[in-house]
C-alpha cells in the first residue's frame, strides 16, 4: 500500500485547503483511510477519518463543522477539506490506511497506532 498527499501550503486565518491522498492498493475500498497531524514539539493526532466499506465518518472534536473527509473511488484518492483553519491547525498532515479490523466502531481509527502504512506527509501554515 502506497499513500501520496498533496494540497498543503500556507494560508491566511479562516482560510481553507483542500487535501488529498492518492492510494495504491489492491481492494482500495476496504481500507480505512485517516488523516493525521504534527505540529512541532507535538504528539500525532488524529483529524479525520473515513470507513469506505460503509462510508462512515470520524472527527476530532476540533475540527468537527470546519474540516471534511471524503473519498473518490475511481480516483482512488482520499480528500480532507479544510474551512476555517486557525493557527493552531498548523501542521504537517499526513494520510494513512489500515488494514480492515471488524466489528469496530471507525472512531477506533483516529488512533496513530492502529495504522498500518503511512504517506510521508504535506505541510500545512495558517499564518495570522
Known amino acids: 500500500v502506497q499513500l501520496v498527499e498533496s494540497g498543503g501550503g500556507v494560508v491566511q486565518t479562516g482560510g481553507s485547503l483542500r487535501l488529498s491522498c492518492v492510494v495504491s492498493?489492491?481492494?482500495?475500498?476496504?481500507?480505512?483511510i485517516g488523516w493525521f497531524r504534527q505540529a512541532p514539539g507535538k504528539e500525532r493526532e488524529g483529524v479525520a477519518v473515513?470507513?469506505?466499506?460503509?462510508?462512515?465518518?470520524a472527527y476530532r472534536d476540533s475540527v468537527k463543522g470546519r474540516f471534511t473527509i471524503s473519498s473518490d473511488n475511481a480516483k482512488n484518492t482520499v480528500y480532507l477539506q479544510m474551512d476555517n483553519l486557525q493557527p493552531e491547525d498548523t501542521a504537517v498532515y499526513s494520510c494513512?490506511?489500515?488494514?480492515?479490523?471488524?466489528?469496530?466502531?471507525?472512531?477506533?481509527?483516529?488512533?496513530?497506532?492502529?495504522?498500518?502504512?503511512w504517506g510521508v506527509g504535506t505541510q500545512v501554515t495558517i499564518s495570522s
Open positions: 494513512a490506511a489500515s488494514r480492515p479490523i471488524r466489528s469496530v466502531d471507525v472512531s477506533y481509527f483516529l488512533r496513530p497506532y492502529v495504522m498500518d502504512y
Open positions: 473515513i470507513n469506505r466499506s460503509d462510508g462512515a465518518t
Open positions: 492498493a489492491f481492494g482500495f475500498d476496504r481500507y480505512p
